[in-house]
């Protein structure tokens, strides 16, 4: 299985973007994918994850408001995206699934087998 994502980019604070992450299948009937962000200097946080069988989403709480999920379900694609961004929100986002995560892990990167390659966000001031 391979994840492609794509639509970063450099904005303005308060802008928005919205990013999309493309799963060549899905493999089990608990497929999610999720999404991660790792700015420069720090570690990998969790941003959002989305169940497929139910269609339950889960945010970093300091993001819900601002950003959100959907998904194309012919194209095996998530979408997030992110309104009123700001500076802070500046990295590299990734996605990643799993087909199989443990709901504990579902905000974890190691709960994560497969991963994507990473599109940089850049919000300026």
């Known amino acids: 299985v391979q994840l492609q994502a794509s639509g970063g980019g450099l904005v303005q604070a308060g802008d928005s973007l919205r990013l999309s992450c493309a799963a060549s299948r899905r493999t089990s009937s608990r497929w999610v994918m999720a999404w991660f962000r790792q700015a420069p200097g720090k570690e990998r946080e969790f941003v959002s994850a989305y169940k497929w069988d139910g269609g339950y989403t889960y945010f970093e709480e300091s993001l819900k408001g601002r950003f959100t999920v959907s998904r194309d379900t012919a194209a095996n694609t998530i979408f997030l995206q992110m309104n009123s961004l700001k500076p802070e929100d500046t990295a590299t986002y990734y996605c990643?699934?799993?087909?199989?995560?443990?709901?504990?892990?579902?905000?974890?990167?190691?709960?994560?087998?497969?991963w994507g390659q990473g599109t940089l966000v850049t919000v300026s001031s």
């Open positions: 990643a699934a799993s087909s199989s995560i443990i709901l504990s892990n579902l905000r974890r990167p190691e709960g994560y087998a497969i």
